[in-house]
């Protein structure tokens, strides 16, 4: 994007409502017309109703996009809607992790509802500018850029100059278009996808958030479900919201004195705590690295293992060598928990910015799992190189790595050959090779390239119909569900996880419920009622914080020093004190009043109604929650080998003698086994959340949560009416 010579298209001025207790009761629909530059706007009104329904956030989005698209919609569909809000705690700075934003859109890779959360500025400064969402549909004819002006009041919309089209050229150039000065860059946030994305379904959102002390502005991603993708069909190169002089009160609370109070309580816990817990303010999430191969669940090889000798490599320790330390990395004002590491002065090695010195944001743990061990790689340059072009390019880092596994496992396996790759040597550990397949997923004109973007359940139609591919081997070792590739924690020996991956509603994202220390490891959920019952309550609970603007980090990755003295079991899971936390902060925000239970009650509807709404796209009963053989145990003879003794005293405890079977016969029992376990949890599970036995909420649950409106009805009385008659 070079230079931002931008031609004003449409503009509109608006009275900006002011918030008050976390709501501006406003959302601003922009509709892009159809390819006829026909643009225009719409200011709707968010009604008592709609506040005590969806609370905010995702809930918001959720019922934004079911008005905005039709039963017969699909992603790339004119009316398919992005919609973006924060939620009604987002954007205060007294409490850490409360700037963050939820965009809502049906998906390329699962043909339903995804939302997908990302820090940084946008959200809040949305709410500041007058809107708690902005829904944008439609398809402008050439690209694109939307801004709002919070302080002038003006919503605009730019044609995008020609120029690179990448996401840090295309953040850095409207912050210094929009800033009025330098100071000024701060009042900016933009959310921009890249090329990648208008080839990819991996298509990432990136939202910025200038970082005055590094003076660049800096990328947190909205990275899964292909949002990006949609982003770039829609002929907009990026979002823009521009609020100058934020105090941070701008919420408007009831209470402003208790909510410091609870605040400065958590930031005394991380000052104390975080050097001795998860160490978040030095190396971030990649202290994981560590914790998950010591425990056997470090995604090694395409899932196929859980640990390597050559984890030293990829240590927090190692990590920490190239994070920048002593800066404050918070993605949002007030966040003292840090997380948001940096590698500044990075010199890139390949691709078109070779040579160039940069600042790399991450690598996250997620990342750092997923374009490392997962694909055979214990090096961090490489893997901060990778998470540089991932952001640039806009390609999810987690689904990338995780579809580049599955590449590397099927070529090792002599499924895929060099004529099908374009030449590249697709091995576990190739960096050169991976990194190529990477620049070549840039511009979507190599077909195997443009074919691996598409991810792994469309990769798997692709290599069987083109180059023959043995498609029940694929489908043992395709790690998706749902389409959507799983995320970087290996789930075999964990039940509970297989429905925390498994049984969700958007496909295996770790997100909705991380149970695998909770039953594998501290043995805290023994019975399939007592998992049902962790995977009842923790996606609902972990749901909440979608509907409010809240980071899931500062609940549970740090904890009050005597959490696992007071509370034993499931209890310790909650963190009870930190829970108590957000019920506090929420009444000191919106003068409500909040119990434990009509918290849960607030996640239960919004997650009923989502479920419900994946029905109304076709998608959604029993038969989409698939899981892949390596979800749940070894597939080939070297992974049974690593473990041996372990594998066979599973058999064992299996009630199934392995004397005088081949490794083969021994692995087929066990899967077979393991599917009957894991039908005994999805019946656990649907019979906890009020589902029947096909998945579909029951005529009780949906007049309990107050669901049963007319056009809910309407989509739910078919799926009754076939299970009647069953």
Not at 256 to 276: F, P, T, W, Y
Not at 399 to 420: D, I, P, Q, R
Not at 640 to 645: F, G, H, I, P, T
Request: with cysteine.
């Amino acid at each position: 994007m070079e230079g931002t010579a931008m031609k004003l298209l449409a503009q509109w001025s608006y009275r900006r409502t002011p918030l008050h207790r976390g709501y501006t009761r406003k959302y601003l629909l922009i509709d892009l017309g159809n390819g006829d530059g026909q643009y225009s706007h719409t200011i709707c009104d968010i009604d008592e109703r709609m506040i005590d329904t969806f609370t905010g956030g995702r809930g918001f989005g959720l019922k934004i996009l079911w008005d905005s698209v039709t039963p017969h919609s699909r992603w790339d569909s004119p009316e398919n809607a992005l919609v973006i809000s924060g939620g009604p705690i987002c954007g205060i700075t007294q409490y850490p992790g409360t700037g963050k934003t939820y965009t809502v859109f049906l998906s390329p890779l699962t043909g339903q509802t995804y939302n997908s959360n990302a820090g940084g500025y946008f959200g809040p400064y949305l709410k500041a500018s007058g809107f708690d969402a902005l829904a944008v549909r439609g398809k402008a004819p050439g690209d694109v850029v939307v801004s709002i002006d919070g302080d002038e009041s003006t919503i605009s919309i730019w044609s995008a100059p020609d120029g690179d089209r990448n996401a840090y050229t295309v953040t850095e150039a409207l912050h210094d278009h929009f800033a009025k000065d330098q100071d000024d860059k701060v009042s900016i946030s933009v959310v921009s996808a890249g090329r990648a994305a208008e080839h990819s379904w991996w298509g990432a959102l990136n939202v910025s958030f200038y970082d005055p002390r590094r003076k660049l502005p800096r990328l947190k991603q909205a990275g899964r479900g292909g949002g990006g993708t949609v982003l770039r069909d829609k002929k907009i190169r990026a979002l823009v919201v521009r609020k100058s002089g934020f105090t941070g009160i701008e919420n408007d609370p009831a209470d402003l004195a208790a909510l410091q109070q609870v605040g400065v309580k958590l930031h005394r816990e991380i000052r104390s705590n975080d050097d001795v817990q998860c160490i978040m303010r030095t190396t971030g999430t990649t202290h994981l690295n560590k914790v998950m191969n010591d425990y056997d669940i470090l995604p090694v090889n395409n899932f196929k293992f859980g640990r390597s000798d050559a984890v030293g490599a990829i240590t927090p320790e190692e990590y920490k060598k190239h994070f920048t330390q002593a800066y404050a990395d918070g993605c949002w004002h007030g966040c003292s928990m840090a997380c948001s590491k940096a590698v500044d002065g990075f010199e890139l090695r390949t691709g078109p910015d070779r040579g160039k010195k940069v600042t790399v944001d991450g690598p996250e743990y997620e990342t750092a799992a997923s374009l490392g061990p997962n694909v055979g790689i214990f090096d961090p340059l490489w893997t901060i190189e990778a998470n540089y072009y991932a952001d640039h390019y806009a390609l999810d880092t987690i689904s990338l790595g995780t579809g580049l596994a599955f590449v590397c496992e099927c070529y090792e396996l002599g499924l895929l050959t060099k004529e099908h790759t374009g030449g590249l040597d697709l091995r576990f550990g190739a960096k050169d090779a991976l990194l190529e397949l990477i620049h070549r997923m840039m511009d979507g004109r190599d077909p195997f390239a443009a074919a691996v973007g598409k991810g792994i359940r469309q990769m798997k139609e692709i290599f069987s119909e083109q180059y023959g591919v043995d498609r029940t081997i694929m489908e043992k070792i395709g790690m998706e569900g749902q389409g959507l590739e799983v995320s970087q924690y290996r789930c075999q020996e964990s039940v509970a996880q297989w429905g925390g991956y498994f049984l969700t509603l958007k496909g295996p994202q770790h997100d909705e419920a991380w149970v695998i220390f909770m039953d594998m490891v501290n043995k805290q959920i023994p019975t399939f009622e007592d998992k049902a019952e962790a995977l009842f309550y923790f996606p609902n609970f972990r749901l909440w914080f979608s509907l409010v603007g809240v980071c899931k980090l500062p609940w549970n990755d740090v904890e009050p020093e005597d959490n696992k003295i007071r509370y034993k079991g499931i209890e310790a899971a909650k963190v009870p004190e930190h829970v108590q936390n957000y019920l506090d902060i929420y009444e000191a925000v919106t003068g409500r009043p909040l119990s434990k239970e009509e918290m849960i009650l607030q996640s239960e509807r919004v997650y009923n109604y989502e479920r419900i709404f994946n029905y109304r796209m076709g998608k959604g009963t029993r038969k989409e929650h698939n899981i892949p053989d390596r979800a749940l145990g070894p597939v080939f003879p070297d992974e049974w080998d690593v473990r041996k003794e372990y594998f066979e005293k599973k058999l064992e405890e299996a009630g199934i003698s392995g004397e005088g079977l081949a490794v083969e016969e021994k692995i087929a029992r066990l899967q077979a086994h393991r599917r009957k376990e894991w039908e005994k949890l999805v019946d656990a599970v649907y019979a906890r959340r009020g589902w029947d036995r096909n998945g579909v909420p029951t005529k009780e649950t949906v007049e309990r949560l107050g669901l049963d409106s007319p056009e809910v009805l309407k989509v739910l009385e078919p799926y009754w009416k076939s299970a009647g008659k069953a």
